[in-house]
């Protein structure tokens, strides 16, 4: 099973709805989650870590279920600007050291 | 300087040839990582350094890969003899020691190409 599990998609969704991606994480004790984006051709750029408790900023959510072990990313009211690639990102230790990153899912917005 | 900087942007290189991968990290980053992103799919970890030493090479694929960072700064990441499938975009990140919880700052990387 891979660290990191993500739908790749492409999720195709007209501008201004609600979409929603999970992925899901094997090691139990991982201690970090984040949120990447990376644009066509571009690095990953940090989105948005998540809580325990869950987080928003703007028009993102992102939530933890660490009994089920994964992570969800709400994007609402979705803007042509959003079409990306999301990497679901695990830090496995509460210490400096390495990121995992899954494959990415894609996102298209369609005018 | 402002951010994490690689060079070159862009390289193409005969099978079986050397190559070097330059990043300078963000001033006063202690860590420094390396990672390998093929095409559709997820940057996958290569190597990492806290300060001057290799804390994790963990990801290195074989003996033909190599990275120093001999002053705790600017890092190389060698490749010896290349193969068609080391090509890929090589994406090199700083953070600040003891920052666990926050992400990483990635350079634009340097895509490599081996022809």
């Known amino acids: 099973r891979k660290e990191v599990e993500q739908d790749p998609g492409p999720f195709n969704v007209p501008e201004g709805a609600t979409v929603a991606f999970n992925c899901t994480y094997s090691n139990s004790a991982s201690q970090s989650f984040f949120w990447y984006r990376q644009d066509c051709r571009k690095e990953p750029k940090l989105l948005m870590s998540?809580?325990?408790s869950g987080n928003e900023d703007g028009r993102f959510t992102a939530q933890l279920n660490r009994a089920s072990q994964y992570i969800s990313l709400l994007i609402r009211d979705s803007k042509l600007s959003d079409s990306a690639t999301y990497l679901c990102v695990v830090r496995p230790m509460n210490r400096d050291d390495k990121i995992i990153f899954g494959k990415g899912t894609r996102l298209h917005i369609l005018p | 300087g402002a951010g994490v900087s690689q060079t070159p942007s862009n390289k193409v290189t005969e099978k079986g040839k050397y190559v070097e991968l330059r990043c300078d990290p963000i001033s006063g980053h202690t860590a420094l990582y390396w990672y390998r992103q093929s095409l559709g799919q997820g940057p996958e970890f290569l190597i990492y350094?806290?300060?001057?030493?290799?804390?994790?090479d963990s990801g290195l694929p074989n003996d033909r890969f190599f990275a120093v960072r001999p002053e705790g700064s600017v890092s190389t990441l060698k490749i010896q003899r290349t193969e068609r499938g080391d090509s890929a975009v090589y994406l090199c990140?700083?953070?600040?020691?003891?920052?666990?919880?926050?992400?990483?700052?990635f350079g634009s990387g340097t895509r490599l190409t081996v022809v």
């Open positions: 350094f806290q300060g001057t030493g290799a804390a994790d």
């Open positions: 990140a700083s953070s600040v020691s003891g920052t666990a919880n926050y992400g990483y700052t």
């Open positions: 998540v809580y325990s």
